[in-house]
């Protein structure tokens, strides 16, 4: 059988179905996070964008996103590399990095409830409509710190 396409491909190589395939749904990449500069730590929290879909975990507008919501990062090829914010279970992180896909990434299991039973999908998200500002540090539910930069394949 031949290699996945995710291990002989370079993101830049693949097709859009294919770069689409490799989001595993978690959900990260749509939650507030905290930059904490003097220390270098981020905070993540459960507060996710007003347009996330917190029951089915995903972009309610995704084909629209962009335009909606003006500080979503739309993730490229050579963009995900300098994303230092980005989870490092995130694919397109990963394989950027010249790292594996993990056995519980939807794409070996076909199902993206292999992400939740990992415990990396964002849980218990709330929508930023109903979160006051001044209210934010009471959703930290994980503190990472910056990960440092590795050059990109
Ligand atoms: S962090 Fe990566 S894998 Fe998770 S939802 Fe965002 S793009 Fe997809
Ligand atoms: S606009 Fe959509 S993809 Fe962008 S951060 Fe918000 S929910 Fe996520």
Redesign the pocket.
């Given at each position: 059988m031949a290699d996945p396409f995710w291990e002989t491909k370079s993101l830049k190589d693949m097709t859009p179905a294919e770069w689409e395939s490799?989001?595993?749904?978690?959900?990260?990449?749509?939650v507030v996070l905290l930059d904490e500069t003097d220390t270098g730590r981020l905070y993540e929290t459960n507060v996710a964008c007003r347009l996330f879909d917190v029951r089915k975990r995903r972009c309610a507008s995704y084909a629209k996103r962009s335009q909606i919501v003006k500080d979503c990062v739309t993730?490229k090829p050579g963009n995900i590399g300098s994303l230092d914010w980005?989870?490092e279970?995130?694919?397109?992180?990963r394989l950027a990095r010249g790292e594996r896909l993990p056995a519980w990434h939807p794409l070996f299991t076909g199902t993206r409830k292999s992400v939740e039973d990992a415990g990396v999908a964002v849980v218990n998200a709330v929508s930023e409509r109903t979160v006051s500002p001044d209210d934010i540090w009471d959703y930290v539910v994980a503190v990472r710190p910056k990960p440092r930069k590795k050059k990109r394949r």
């Open positions: 490799l989001c595993d749904g978690c959900g990260k990449c749509c993730l980005m989870p279970t995130c694919a397109y992180r």
